[in-house]
């Protein structure tokens, strides 16, 4: 760091406190967006408040440091990482100041989730027109800055013509508010002088000296987002400040405040998804779709479909969609279903019967779960295919992203650009706002060699020329950033562009706000994130990571493309440490990135001994959320096993390691002596001792052993296998045998009553899913090879085999479905065992269980591995086969984790995770209403915040069994024997 930097860090910290992050692991968490660049900024602050904000501004600009605003930092163009001072909003600079359903507006500080703004003004009947696909997570600041759109932008415009004026901030400390303005009003401003007035000034100089050929050279389309938007400084549009800097990204002026215009949200909502033979004839019928008055119309071509079937993606979502090799989505909305409904059915028979012109298949869609699978194709589709299957061919980038022209134009448009990308050996997805002819593609360009980059300069100039000839903009929705700036004067002219150089200039004299972006701009070529100098790094790993997409960590690691879902505030599991925090380390993406910079050496140096590294990933809480919510499946778990492998190779390993990681090895000694354990455990006195040595949180209390475990006390009925019962293996983890053994229980008496007969494995086996936590790889190995050795011969006898695995512990058996097959990916008999597990509603549902029926209300939390790895298919339907009224939270990760939430450093963290959303549910519910989980430490979780008992699915099932006059759940304990051995069993 240069002296001028560190002066400028220690006055920032002076001032601002803990909100100063000039740290690597910051740095290299803030060097990459979702785009093809990366620029390590000087360091990072997040305010806590807009005037903080406003402090640290001041204090930049006393240091004369380049400044960058960042919101989700989900930008593809490069516009949110450069070398200067990052200022992230999203985190504290994000309150709703007010909705007003009268004047159909709101007023909001930039760091808002665009989410947020449309949940509150769905309140009224409202809704903030512009989404993108990042809605859950870009900011409303950020939309402003690139003059975002998305798939409703027929319904109401981009970004810009819903923004009503703006509270700003010059770099050099200037506050007022921008709107339309009358000559009047401009006379008035510039007549005070000052600052203002100056600028008013200068901008209206500029306006009369462009005005012609701005009228002249700005493309009349629908997602004209490329340049700065001199047009709104034109008579006609009212000289609007506030729209003109719209779309600038931050390089003209900071905001502090935003009035939002909003529109009505029709309640209700129908889709018609239309198959066509090819992307160019849906494109063609662009004209027709607007005769229905449709408020979406988006286009997906047959690439990003073939590229989720090959990898096994999406495929119920698949389903869904009408036959073709092309499909548009057309969105009808009103204010009844009935309405909708029939606006659809007129479109479809209309297309059913399209006169002169090929007839695409149909499907009316009125199910809203149904319609939200649909879209998450369009949202999700093109980054879970962002990685080449081929090893020959390069990944598709985002270099060349989405481009616009007239949407009459558009299928003539794609047979050019198409036949440009042939020409040049590329392949391409195309999908896209197809109602304004707004096209994304993501293309092969090989970026990794010297000679690849050539020619991908020379592919965008060709493209650029392209699109200027159809009379269109570079960019229709992303902005011009880094990846399109460079071409402005092709489509403006010199003019034009020295133009808009002048606009930046009266802003920012100095031109340190995000300097290089939109004018003046980086070539395309420079900055590249992994350009040619990327270090393809040779890495030993315990565990195999392996994946269509290629091998090694490194390639896992490059999974994570930057979009952010994991930044999203609800909604599925992932990532619980993130929106407990807020911080951009502690997502996915924040922990890919450290990853990413570790193996590259620059920023963070130190490889797997990495103290930044390890930071963030002690906040992961291994939820696996990230491997199915993501859309690249980046595996944050598996990362952080494998990096504390590494990392503890010369480290001694906490005290909680031996204590909770390695539970499976002295559990069944405690509960040998449950009392005395107990006892130890629990006592006044000797509980605190006892937690201190184990390293366990001193409110924590522990689990109490039970007073004789399952193992001990169960006994196959040879018998009933006798009488012709199917043998089913019982995978008895640690905890239903030591702690909760009346849940495995229950779970013998289901299967008894399915039909089935219960065994055990010959000896005592652990899973080892706790060891992952603590990098214990070589001896998790070992488990799971212990394992195979045992089940293998169960699963081969000649005897009747067992119909399968059956598990009760989500976490335990996810190690089955996830870590087995990445030590042992060689092994059929790994392989086989694999395939054989089920989780007990599964299993049940498998074979066509019809549960009792039960009378209760039942609160369903599900565990975040069977989220991930077995879904919850088969709950649902024993739990709707009993008849329960059953209520499913959405509640993420419940925050305890295994062993996370009792680690001292992490109780906080554990119960803020809970107080998201599954507490605060919990708490609202009557005392009679049945809580079930099939986690244990979900469970201990509910207990410890709550005070209420939860149970498993299987202790809800067993309810009902005394009404069959089938006697009590469960058997005395002085009946039970001792357990029989598999041999004995067949």
């Keep these: 760091m240069s002296r001028n930097w560190r002066h400028l860090q220690d006055a920032l910290r002076s001032a601002l406190g803990s909100a100063v992050r000039f740290d690597a692991a910051h740095k290299a968490v803030y060097a990459s967006d ?104 870009c900011t409303l600041g950020g939309m402003i800055g690139n003059n975002s759109c998305g798939a409703h932008s027929v319904m109401a415009g981009k970004t810009l013509e819903n923004v009503r004026a703006l509270e700003i901030m010059t770099y050099d400390g200037e506050r007022f508010w921008v709107g339309p303005t009358t000559e009047e009003e401009i006379d008035r401003i510039v007549h005070a002088g000052g600052r203002k007035g100056q600028i008013y000034r200068d901008l209206r100089d500029l306006r009369d000296r462009y005005a012609d050929q701005i009228r002249k050279r700005f493309p009349s389309i629908k997602r004209r987002v490329s340049g700065f938007n001199l047009d709104q400084l034109l008579p006609e549009n009212g000289f609007n400040l506030a729209r003109a800097l719209v779309g600038t990204e931050g390089t003209c002026a900071l905001i502090l405040k935003a009035s939002l215009d909003l529109v009505s949200s029709p309640p209700h909502r129908v889709l018609l998804v239309l198959g066509f033979d090819d992307i160019y004839l849906a494109a063609d019928a662009v004209p027709e779709y607007e005769r229905f008055r449709p408020i979406a119309v988006e286009g997906l071509d047959r690439m990003i479909i073939r590229g989720l079937q090959a990898r096994n993606l999406a495929q119920a979502e698949i389903e869904l969609l009408p036959l073709g090799d092309a499909w548009v989505v057309l969105e009808f909305g009103a204010d009844t279903e009935i309405q909708a409904s029939e606006q659809a059915e007129r479109a479809a028979a209309y297309f059913l019967a399209r006169p002169g012109g090929p007839r695409p298949t149909t499907r009316i869609v009125t199910d809203r779960a149904m319609q939200q699978r649909i879209w998450s194709i369009r949202e999700n589709g093109a980054s879970a295919t962002q990685l080449s299957i081929d090893p020959n061919v390069p990944d598709p980038q985002v270099g060349w992203e989405d481009a616009a022209v007239d949407p009459h134009r558009l299928g003539y448009y794609l047979r050019a650009f198409n036949a440009l990308v042939a020409r040049y050996g590329y392949r391409t997805s195309l999908f896209g706002h197809f109602g304004d002819g707004c096209v994304h593609a993501r293309i092969t360009f090989d970026l990794r060699t010297k000679q690849g980059v050539e020619q991908y ?187 504390l492998s590494h990392y503890y190779e010369h480290r001694p390993r906490p005290r909680q390691a031996w204590s909770m990681g390695r539970i499976g090895d002295w559990a069944p000694l405690a509960a040998a002596v449950p009392r005395l354990t107990n006892f130890v455990t629990s006592a006044p006195l000797l509980s605190s001792v006892s937690k201190w040595v184990a390293g366990v949180a001193s409110d924590r209390d522990l689990p109490k052993f039970a007073g004789t475990g399952f193992r001990r006390s169960f006994t196959t009925g040879q018998a009933a296998v006798s009488r012709g019962k199917a043998p089913v293996i019982l995978w008895l983890d640690t905890f239903c045998d030591n702690f909760q053994p009346e849940v495995a229980e229950a779970a013998v008496t289901i299967l008894r009553d399915a039909g089935f007969e219960p065994i055990l494995p010959t000896q005592r086996l652990c899973c080892g899913r706790p060891l ?148 605060p549910e919990v708490r609202k519910r009557p005392a009679d209403t049945v809580i079930v989980t099939n986690g244990f430490s979900c469970r201990e979780q509910v207990k410890h915040m709550t005070g209420r008992t939860a149970v498993h699915l299987a202790q809800v099932l067993a309810m009902g069994l005394p009404r069959r006059g089938e006697g009590t759940v469960h058997a005395p304990r002085s009946e039970r024997a001792t357990p029989t051995t598999v041999e004995n069993a067949l």
């Excluded at 700036?485 to 002219?493: I, S």
């Excluded at 006898?797 to 097959?821: A, N, R, Y």
């Excluded at 597990?837 to 565990?863: C, E, I, K, M, N």
């Excluded at 329960?884 to 992490?906: E, N, Q």
């Design 34 to 137: 979702a785009s093809n660049y990366r620029q390590v900024p000087i360091g990072v602050v997040v305010p806590r408040s807009v005037d903080e904000f406003v402090k640290g501004v001041a204090i930049c600009h006393e240091n004369r440091a380049p400044l960058l605003v960042r919101g989700a930092g989900t930008s593809m163009s490069g516009q949110t990482v450069n070398e200067a001072v990052v200022f992230d909003l999203s985190v504290a600079c994000s309150r709703i100041l007010e909705v007003d359903p009268t004047s159909k507006t709101a007023l909001v500080e930039p760091g808002v989730v665009c989410d947020t703004l449309r949940s509150a003004a769905e309140h009224h009947g409202l809704t903030f027109a512009p989404d993108p696909s990042t809605h859950s997570r």
């Design 457 to 643: 300069r020379s592919f965008v100039r060709e493209a650029t020329e392209l699109v200027v000839a159809f009379g269109g903009s570079l960019s229709g929705e992303h902005g011009d950033g880094q990846a399109k700036g460079e071409f402005l004067p092709v489509m403006f002219g010199e003019e034009l562009t020295d133009a808009m150089r002048t606009f930046k200039r009266i802003w920012d004299p100095g031109g340190l706000l995000n300097p290089g972006k939109v004018v003046d701009a980086y070539r395309i070529d420079e900055n590249l994130r992994a350009g040619p100098d990327y270090r393809v790094v040779p890495i030993s790993t315990h565990m195999m990571f392996r994946s269509q997409e290629g091998d090694g960590f490194q390639r896992a690691v490059e999974r994570c493309v930057g979009m952010g879902k994991c930044r999203a505030a609800k909604g599925g599991t992932m990532c619980p440490s993130y929106r407990a925090t807020g911080e951009e380390r502690y997502s996915t993406r924040g922990r890919a990135r450290l990853l990413w910079e570790m193996l590259q050496g620059d920023v963070v140096r130190d490889g797997w001994k990495s103290e930044a590294v390890k930071e963030a990933l002690d906040t992961c809480l291994s939820c696996k959320g990230c491997r199915s919510d993501c859309p690249t499946h980046t595996d944050m778990a598996s990362y952080k096993a494998e990096f």
């Design 772 to 919: 992952y936590d603590f990098g214990y790889l070589d001896l998790a190995k070992r488990r799971l090879q212990q394992i195979i050795d045992v089940l293998s011969p169960m699963m081969e006898t000649k005897l009747e085999q067992p119909v399968g695995i059956v598990g009760l512990e989500p976490g335990c058996l996810s190690v089955f479905k996830d870590e087995l097959p990445k030590f042992f990916p060689d092994d059929p008999r790994a392989q086989r065992i694999s395939r054989s597990v089920f989780l007990l509603g599964d299993f049940l549902l498998a074979h066509d269980y019809q549960p009792p029926s039960l009378d209760v209300d039942v609160l369903v939390h599900t565990h975040c591995h069977q989220k991930s790895l077995f879904g919850s298919r088969g709950d649902a339907a024993m739990l709707e086969r009993a008849g329960v009224r059953a209520t499913w939270l959405d509640s993420g990760c419940c925050g305890m984790a295994g062993s996370f939430g009792f680690d001292p450093d992490h109780v906080g963290l554990s119960r803020n995770v809970a107080e998201l959303v599954l507490v």
